[in-house]
């Protein structure tokens, strides 16, 4: 069973500052990884992805995979109200079976 | 983007009894779909996945006699609870991607059992 930890608890940021999330998965044969967004009570939304080494951006959103250490990453700049929501790491093996983290709650603070 | 529906919302049942979740892909044909339960603040476990036209494959732990997937078309796989228990309350959420694409979910149920 693949393993994708997400350590730290809820975190809380002023408006228009840096988030910054982390993620370690267990199975070094994963091959994507992925970022989602869930607000209460709602379904995950995909907000990024990433495949190969290094860092991703798009928009406010950077995604950094470092896969000789097994981690990924994901930075909010600018951090606003709406981006106030649990972040799930999600890992897969190339065939959509993905194995998600417990989730780090993002509270951002006008 | 491509839509997954899922159906219902939510719902409210009697211990014992059953209930049916259904979870469509609208503008794309899906060979497989997935099935997530998620209890409050707990990451998503995958509880099984659906295959069109043959049987699911479960994760290890889940029931398959008590979480009945029927994948009878390309577009729709439905999730059964049978003899729900007060236990069995959770947010079930089905996912599914067009060929060559991301994961996208429906909308989630979040079923309560009293």
């Given at each position: ?30 091959q ?12 995950p ?10 860092d991703?951006?798009?928009g ?8 000789a ?13 709406s ?7 999600a ?8 194995a998600?983290g ?9 | 983007g ?7 919302s ?11 979740i ?7 044909q899906a ?13 998503l ?24 997937i ?10 059964t ?24 979910f ?9």
């Amino acid at each position: 069973q693949k393993e994708v930890e997400q350590n730290s608890g809820p975190l809380s940021v002023p408006e228009g500052a840096i988030a910054s999330l982390n993620c370690t998965y267990s199975d070094r044969g994963s091959q994507s990884f992925f970022w989602y967004r869930q607000y209460s009570g709602k379904s995950p939304e995909l907000i990024m992805f990433i495949y190969s080494n290094g860092d991703k951006e798009d928009g406010r959103f950077t995604a950094q995979l470092n896969k000789a250490s097994q981690y990924v990453s994901l930075l909010i700049r600018d951090s606003q109200p709406s981006d106030s929501a649990t972040y799930l790491c999600a890992v897969g093996s190339g065939n959509n079976r993905l194995a998600f983290g417990k989730g780090n709650q993002v509270v951002v603070i006008p | 983007g491509a839509v997954v529906s899922q159906h219902p919302s939510w719902v409210i049942c009697k211990s014992g009894t059953s209930v049916k979740i259904e979870c469509r892909s609208l503008d794309f044909q899906a060979t497989t779909m997935f099935w997530y339960r998620q209890f409050p603040k707990q990451s998503l476990m995958l509880m099984a996945t659906s295959n069109e036209g043959s049987k699911a494959t479960y994760e290890q732990g889940v029931e398959k006699d008590k979480f009945l997937i029927n994948h009878a078309s390309l577009t729709l796989s439905t999730l059964t609870v049978t003899s729900a228990h007060p236990e069995d309350s959770s947010f079930y959420i089905c996912s599914a991607s067009p060929p060559r694409e991301k994961l996208f979910f429906g909308s989630g149920t979040q079923l309560s059992v009293l």
